[in-house]
Nanobody, 124 residues
Framework: QVQLVESGGGLVQAGGSLRLSCAASGFYIENYRMGWFRQAPGKEREFVVGIEWSSSYTHYGESVRGRVTMSRDNAKNLVDLQMNSLKPEDTAVYYC?????????????????WGRGTEVTVSS
């Protein structure tokens, strides 16, 4: 059974940091490009960051550029998202996703598998 399970969300003060993890099972992430998206209350889901198969390139959403780092450990079937200098506008549910083809890594519809999300709340 294919699963992506996010963890690491929680409540943090503005300016703080959080590290989210996404554990994959039922498939091997080494065959997939991986992404993180987020959805704030009342807003559409948006691209945060994505990483290519061999970590050769990372794509960043403009709202988080310079504040987040994404990494992948293919041996552990795991991806992480390190978020720093968090702002109240970063409050959202964060989703991990896997893309098996050559579609745009920023496009939601390109992804094959999704996790259920982990909630991040940044207080001011």
């Amino acid at each position: 059974q294919v699963q992506l399970v996010e963890s690491g969300g929680g409540l943090v003060q503005a300016g703080g940091s959080l590290r989210l993890s996404c554990a994959a099972s039922g498939f091997y992430i080494e065959n997939y490009r991986m992404g993180w998206f987020r959805q704030a209350p009342g807003k559409e889901r948006e691209f945060v960051v994505g990483i290519e198969w061999s970590s050769s390139y990372t794509h960043y959403g403009e709202s988080v550029r310079g504040r987040v780092t994404m990494s992948r450990d293919n041996a552990k079937n795991l991806v992480d998202l390190q978020m720093n200098s968090l702002k109240p506008e970063d409050t959202a549910v964060y989703y991990c996703a896997a893309l098996g083809g050559h579609g745009s890594i920023q496009r939601i519809s390109a992804y094959d598998y999704w996790g259920r999300g982990t909630e991040v709340t940044v207080s001011s």
